[in-house]
């Protein structure tokens, strides 16, 4: 029984529709096939897009740590330790303050030493950025400050300051633990004035658009991901080439992460380098850019494993001589549904506690995941159980064996493996050629081709 007339049976497909289905789509059809694969794509990949920002993004803890480790990249500890001291030399005298604290004598001194010293100071500042303590302050001061903004992104109020039409934060855990050292060091002469390390996050003229936004992805994650899958379902329902379907399907997902993927390295690269000018605040935009996207990365390979399974699956079901091979030996195993839904079981529970990316855990993702895959496999089974009926004997090591002894014994000969499969399948068209003339019986056809595979 061929692939196609194994789908008719399973899906119920009386004999006048099986005709017509093997004709495939018409064009029309084609079209509005194409259409509802793209439209799914395109769904998924902003789906996965604004679930990343609505899980890493907008929500402050997910922030505050995903901060703490930019905060462990050399070039954004660079560029705050640059900012910080820019700020000291901006705000305090240190020429003056470094004068007083000279002997009379080497006080003309101070300016050229003020100079000289701000790069160490910077080094210095940044090798301190790394303590335990500035970094409790630093994701202390990124979970406070990530709330108060989505506070007002939310549409309530919080204590952000929008004098000048602007919406600021500042870095005052920092820079205050900066001011405290420095006029302690200096008894008094070197201090940051309050307020130092202002930091604008938004005009207030875009507050109106990012409150939009923010709407729009925290309300769009869920819904438009089932959606896109409620697309890709009624492109198969309505098919009459459900495996070219399917197939497309997998394209399309592997399109969405390929897309997602140049938003990630491509868009948002040159978005960095747009919004900043110093190369050091570029180098630091490009890690914190790279790190706050970590999820996002995973997400796209997530997407790709997907993809190419279900483009795997598909070829699996089609009519390729190496695919029916394939089928054949797996039946006799996917017919009984403790070893099918066994191994699949093992191999799911291998794949959560392992949880190679963030979708093996994730308590919606991951359930989807794992049931649209046992619906994949209650569909493999029922087409080969009415493809192979007769296929029962579960032998897969004897021919992996004798596979692999034919293909040693071939090369030994100098005979490629190509050429070795195709003289058995020679053989056997030869041996069903025979039998079908009647010059052999059915007990000598059986046995004639027991004995041809059991030597290849």
Same mark, same amino acid.
């Given at each position: 029984?061929s692939?196609t007339?194994?789908?008719?049976?399973?899906e119920?497909?009386?004999?006048?529709?099986?005709?017509a289905?093997?004709?495939?789509?018409?064009?029309?059809?084609?079209l509005?096939?194409g259409?509802?694969?793209f439209l799914g794509?395109?769904?998924?990949?902003v789906?996965i897009?604004?679930t990343?920002?609505d899980?890493?993004a907008?929500d402050s803890?997910?922030?505050s740590?995903?901060?703490?480790?930019?905060l462990?990249?050399? =070039? *954004?500890?660079t560029a #705050?330790s640059e900012y910080? @001291?820019d700020q %000291?030399?901006?705000n305090v +005298?240190?020429? /003056?303050?470094?004068s007083g604290?000279?002997?009379?004598r080497l006080?003309?001194?101070?300016?050229?030493i003020?100079?000289g010293?701000?790069?160490?100071?910077q080094? =210095? *500042?940044?090798?301190g #950025?790394?303590?335990?303590r @500035?970094?409790d %302050?630093?994701r202390?001061? +990124?979970?406070r /400050?990530?709330d108060?903004?989505?506070?007002?992104l939310n549409?309530g109020?919080?204590?952000?300051?929008?004098?000048?039409?602007t919406?600021?934060i500042?870095?005052?855990p920092?820079?205050?633990n #900066?001011?405290?050292?420095l006029?302690r060091?200096?008894?008094?002469?070197a201090?940051?004035?309050p307020?130092?390390?202002n930091?604008?996050l938004?005009?207030?003229d875009?507050?109106?658009?990012?409150q939009s936004?923010v709407?729009?992805l925290?309300?769009?994650?869920?819904p438009?991901?089932? #959606?896109?899958?409620a697309?890709?379902?009624?492109?198969?329902a309505?098919?009459?080439?459900?495996?070219?379907?399917?197939r497309?399907?997998?394209i399309?997902?592997l399109?969405a992460?390929?897309v997602?993927i140049?938003?990630?390295?491509?868009?948002?690269?040159?978005?960095?380098?747009?919004?900043t000018t110093?190369?050091?605040?570029?180098?630091?935009g490009h890690?914190?850019?790279?790190?706050?996207?970590?999820?996002?990365g995973?997400?796209?390979?997530t997407?790709?494993?997907?993809?190419?399974?279900l483009?795997?699956g598909?070829?699996?079901a089609?009519p390729?001589?190496?695919?029916?091979a394939?089928?054949?030996?797996?039946?006799?195993?996917?017919r009984?549904p403790?070893?099918?839904?066994?191994?699949?079981?093992?191999i799911?529970?291998?794949l959560l506690a392992w949880a190679?990316v963030?979708a093996?855990?994730?308590?919606v993702?991951?359930?989807?995941?794992?049931i649209?895959g046992?619906i994949?496999?209650?569909?493999?089974?029922?087409?080969v159980?009415?493809?192979f009926p007769?296929?029962?004997e579960?032998d897969?090591?004897?021919?992996i064996?004798?596979?692999?002894?034919?293909?040693?014994h071939?090369?030994r000969?100098?005979t490629p493996?190509e050429a070795?499969?195709?003289?058995?399948?020679?053989?056997?068209?030869?041996?069903?050629?025979?039998?079908?003339r009647?010059?052999?019986?059915?007990?000598?056809?059986?046995?004639?081709?027991?004995?041809?595979?059991?030597?290849r």
């Open positions: 029984m692939v007339k194994a789908q008719d049976a399973m119920g497909t009386p004999p006048e529709r099986s005709a289905s093997r004709t495939g789509n018409s064009r029309s059809r084609k509005a096939l259409l509802l694969v794509s395109l769904m998924l990949c789906a897009f604004a990343w920002v899980r890493v907008l803890g997910s922030w740590d995903t901060s703490t480790k930019a462990q990249q050399p =070039a *954004v500890r #705050l910080l @001291v %000291l030399y901006a +005298n240190v020429p /003056a303050a470094l604290a000279l002997p009379p006080q003309p001194l101070a300016g050229p003020a100079v010293a701000e790069p160490y100071i080094r =210095a *500042v940044a090798a #950025l790394a303590r335990p @500035v970094v %302050l630093w202390v001061a +990124n979970l /400050a990530h108060q903004l989505m506070r007002i549409g109020s919080g204590p952000f300051s929008t004098a000048g039409g919406v600021s500042d870095l005052r920092i820079v205050g #900066l001011s405290s050292t006029s060091r200096t008894n008094g002469a201090t940051l004035p307020g130092t390390g930091i604008v938004l005009k207030s875009q507050l109106s658009a990012a936004g709407k729009f925290r309300l769009a994650s869920i438009l991901a089932l #959606l896109a899958l697309v890709f379902a009624i492109a198969v309505v098919s009459r080439d459900r495996r070219r379907t399917l497309a399907i997998a399309g997902i399109a992460a390929v997602l140049f938003v990630r390295r491509v868009v948002g690269d040159a978005l960095i380098d747009s919004l110093l190369p050091q605040n570029r180098d630091a890690a914190i850019w790279w790190v706050a996207t970590d999820r996002l995973a997400a796209n390979l997407t790709v494993i997907v993809g190419l399974l483009l795997i598909t070829w699996f089609g390729g001589r190496r695919a029916v394939a089928r054949r030996n797996l039946t006799p195993y996917l009984d403790a070893v099918a839904y066994g191994t699949y079981a093992g799911v529970l291998v190679p963030p093996a855990s994730d308590p993702i991951a359930p989807v995941l794992i649209l046992a994949g496999i209650e569909a493999l089974r029922r087409i159980a009415r493809e007769d296929a029962i579960r897969m090591g004897r021919r064996h004798s596979e692999l002894r034919s293909a040693y071939g090369v000969r100098g493996p070795v499969a195709d003289s058995r399948y020679s053989s056997l068209e030869k041996l069903a050629s025979l039998h079908d009647g010059a052999i019986s059915d007990d000598e056809f059986a046995a004639e081709k027991a004995e041809l595979l059991a030597h």
